[in-house]
């Protein structure tokens, strides 16, 4: 699980594992795995997770003060979660997932085990 993510890093916790996920390079994300943010960071998620008549709420589990960018168009096919420092965020339904951001800068993360 999370083989691409590079720099595994264990805690005295094994429930949280630092890495590090480059931009651009999409990553398997197991339903109840939650990703905590050490930094501002934005998320992407393939929008085809939500079903039709489903709520956002049941699939992504997230703080409110996070902000959630569903698409806008035909074309986009990913949701946007921009996280801040601390946030927390989990799915329950398992996807694959991508660091979004304009800089080759890999993000520091904190995956959480249930």
């Known amino acids: 699980m999370f083989d691409n993510l590079k720099r595994i890093l264990r805690f005295s916790n094994p429930?949280?594992?630092a890495c590090s996920q480059p931009p651009g390079v999409p990553f398997p994300w197991p339903a109840g795995v939650q990703i905590e943010a050490t930094e501002d960071t934005?998320?992407?998620?393939?929008?085809a997770v939500?079903?039709?008549?489903?709520?956002?709420?049941?699939?992504?589990?997230?703080n409110a003060d996070a902000?959630?960018?569903?698409?806008?168009?035909p074309s986009d096919t990913l949701i946007r979660v921009r996280l801040r420092k601390g946030m927390v965020i989990g799915l329950s339904k398992p996807v694959?997932?991508?660091?979004?951001?304009?800089?080759?800068?890999?993000?520091?993360?904190i995956l959480i085990q249930e």
């Open 67 to 73: 902000e959630i960018r569903l698409p806008v168009s």
């Open 15 to 17: 429930r949280r594992t």
């Open 96 to 109: 694959q997932g991508v660091v979004v951001s304009e800089d080759n800068r890999p993000r520091r993360l």
């Open 50 to 62: 939500l079903f039709p008549n489903e709520k956002i709420g049941e699939v992504i589990h997230v």
């Open 42 to 47: 934005v998320l992407a998620i393939p929008a």
